[in-house]
């Protein structure tokens, strides 16, 4: 997001690519991004993570180095790096306090850019740290809502809760009907294009999970039996053990190698 005035600018989830086959990372969709931020002259300020995601390696640390931008995150990002902790088994060096990152956001703060102001919005039940962004007329709502015709997002992660996301959605429909909620993800059937966003009346009256006719309690039920069958992402191992390090690799061992941990018949079902 770029303030139109001052060309200062925000950039929300960056993704370092990574190849699971091989295990190696590179920078170049991070690298066009900040070609283009070079090219034309806009300042980036804020780094903004809306959780720890488990599908994907931010590319966040990377930017740091290029860039001086703050990275913000939610400040319930704590409680997922203490769950991971104990799941990856993390020594006493790695802190839970949420020092890997420049601030730590909670409800109604907000973040000034340029001439835009963003407001912080709690919206839980995906993970516990979850956060959605609101500037202007858009709202940057992380892995709460896909499309319409795709639903809603998974809460089976550790201190997911499908009630919590019931109540997220409520809250960010109550933003008003024409905002435009930006997906993380779009998966389109056969016959439509990727969309970035759709507006909060489109999800309000088409969305298969959380419509406005569908009860907590409908909801809850449905999400957890669909929970129940789903296997977990392919990158959650590598990138929940970056993410929560904000990014930061680990220090190499002593033959000069970078090793991450893979937790045998601990994740999923």
């Known amino acids: ?9 925000v950039l929300i989830d960056p993704v370092l690519d990574y190849n699971t086959n091989s295990a190696r990372t ?28 488990a599908d994907h390696i931010t590319s966040a640390d990377y930017i740091k180095d290029k860039i001086n931008a703050e990275l913000v995150i939610g400040e319930k990002v704590v409680s997922v790096q203490e769950t991971f902790k104990s799941i990856f088994n993390l020594g ?58 795709y639903g809603s997002a998974r809460c089976d992660f550790p201190a997911g809760n499908a009630e919590k996301l ?13 905002k435009k909620l930006y997906l ?48 977990q992402p392919k990158l959650i191992i590598p990138s929940i053990q970056l993410n929560i390090e904000a990014g930061q690799l680990p220090t190499p061992d002593s033959n000069g190698i970078i090793y991450l941990k893979t937790p045998i018949n601990v994740l999923g079902h």
């Open 166 to 178: 019931y109540d997220s959605v409520q809250k960010i429909y109550q933003l008003g009907e024409n």
């Open 1 to 9: 997001m770029i303030c139109q005035k001052t060309n200062d600018a």
């Open 184 to 231: 993380c993800h779009d998966y389109p059937p056969e016959g439509r294009l990727p969309q970035p966003y759709f507006l909060s009346k489109v999800q309000q009256s088409e969305n298969i999970h959380l419509n406005s006719g569908i009860s907590k309690e409908a909801f809850t039920q449905l999400r957890n039996t669909r929970d129940e069958n789903l296997n």
């Open 92 to 149: 006493d060096h790695f802190k839970t306090d949420g020092s890997q990152f420049d601030k730590l956001l909670k409800e109604s703060d907000t973040i000034i850019f340029g001439e835009c102001e963003i407001i912080a919005l709690n919206t839980p039940g995906h993970t516990d740290d979850s956060m959605s962004y609101c500037i202007g007329e858009s709202v940057f709502i992380g892995d709460t809502l896909f499309s319409p015709d």
């Open 26 to 53: 590179s920078t170049k969709f991070t690298d066009d991004i900040l070609s283009y931020l070079t090219n034309s002259s806009i300042n980036l300020r804020y780094i903004l993570e809306t959780h720890v995601h």
